[in-house]
């Protein structure tokens, strides 16, 4: 048994997000149905995220009961799986603000599995959806909570808190060698979000599902990642020793795929829950791939990707113009890696 031991954990700087000339030619290749979700869930969903309590606070004698309430409201609202973990303040990232929260609800949305393993513009407006219902979900828990008199907050990306982490403190499952949480329902075709609140609610707290142990000997997603971004080996971040994807090596190829994925993709552990039929495309793909290299010549030869087109752009970019700042605290691994685009 491997559980994340965040006993040491100290506070996660955070991914930087700039927007980059390098990340416009991303943003520019969405398609106007993933530019109207993003506009949604930016403009319209996150500026509700923090919810005043209501001043009527309600009398709450029984919060086993409150939880299991709680609980099966997410299902109610749509969400496929949820779990409560306790909110540690260590596990937070270094620039969040203090909200002094006592519990996460953190859930999780079904990805359809042709969309989660199609490389390209089709799957992006996908993500973009189901990001959005995410918030929107979320933000809808957050103000039912709320309006039993107790703060609430959405913690969707760039919230306080990281999710792969939370939903594995909650019982949703394990972080896998990719970098994700891997859910023994859903494999990695799901995308997870949480709501932070002072009620105080039950945890769950974390379980063993045999996935991490599954990792020390599964190889896929490495074998196939472009970016040579997944490392064999667990790595000790901010105190805690975990798998962890070199974030600059994968973000070239992350950026120029559409948002990758291949990583998701290929995992066996699809293969567990309700997809293993669905799966077996992706093994004969794999087998017939055989490493990175010939994957990305595969996706490329059925779906318009494009590379060449963004290739050539980015190839007119200067160093500077390419790199985030990545962080400025001394960081394990960082290799930002643009080989393979051909410049
Ligand atoms: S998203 Fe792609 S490049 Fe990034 S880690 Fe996964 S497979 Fe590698
Ligand atoms: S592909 Fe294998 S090593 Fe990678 S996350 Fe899935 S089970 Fe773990």
Avoid at 326 to 340: F, H, I, K, S, V
Wanted: glycine share 8%.
């Amino acid at each position: 048994m491997a559980l994340l031991d965040a006993s040491n954990a100290g506070k996660i700087p955070r991914t930087p997000q700039g927007v980059t000339p390098f990340q416009k030619l991303f943003g520019e290749r969405y398609p106007d149905g993933a530019k109207w979700w993003s506009y949604m869930k930016r403009e319209v969903i996150d500026p509700q995220r923090h919810l005043e309590p209501n001043p009527k606070k309600t009398e709450i004698e029984d919060f086993a009961a409150l939880t299991e309430e709680v609980k099966q409201m997410t299902l109610d609202l749509g969400a496929a799986q949820v779990g409560i973990a306790d909110f540690n303040e260590a596990i937070t990232f270094t620039d969040a603000e203090d909200l002094g929260h006592k519990s996460v609800i953190v859930f999780l949305m079904p990805m359809d599995f042709d969309v989660m393993i199609d490389i390209g513009p089709k799957s992006q407006e996908d993500v973009h959806k189901t990001y959005f219902l995410l918030d929107e979900l979320a933000t809808r828990l957050a103000t039912r909570i709320s309006a039993y008199g107790y703060s609430a907050s959405v913690q969707a990306n760039r919230g306080e808190i990281p999710l792969p982490a939370y939903g594995q403190l909650a019982g949703l499952g394990e972080l896998g060698k990719h970098g994700s949480l891997i859910s023994p329902e859903l494999g990695s075709a799901f995308r997870i979000s949480a709501v932070s609140t002072d009620m105080p609610l039950v945890a769950d707290g974390p379980a063993d599902f045999g996935i991490d142990e599954i990792c020390t000997k599964c190889h896929i997603c490495s074998r196939f990642c472009p970016g040579e971004a997944i490392p064999a080996q667990k790595v000790d971040v901010n105190g805690m020793l975990r798998w962890q994807i070199d974030t600059p090596a994968c973000h070239p190829h992350f950026l120029r795929l559409y948002g990758c994925k291949i990583c998701l993709s290929v995992c066996p552990m699809n293969a567990r829950g309700d997809k293993k039929a669905e799966y077996k495309d992706v093994a004969k793909d794999i087998r017939e791939a055989k490493d990175a290299p010939g994957m990305l010549e595969l996706i490329n030869s059925r779906g318009d990707l494009k590379m060449e087109d963004f290739n050539e752009k980015a190839a007119k970019l200067t160093p500077e113009e390419r790199e985030l700042v990545w962080w400025e605290e001394p960081y394990p691994l960082r290799t930002a890696n643009y080989d393979g685009l051909k410049d």
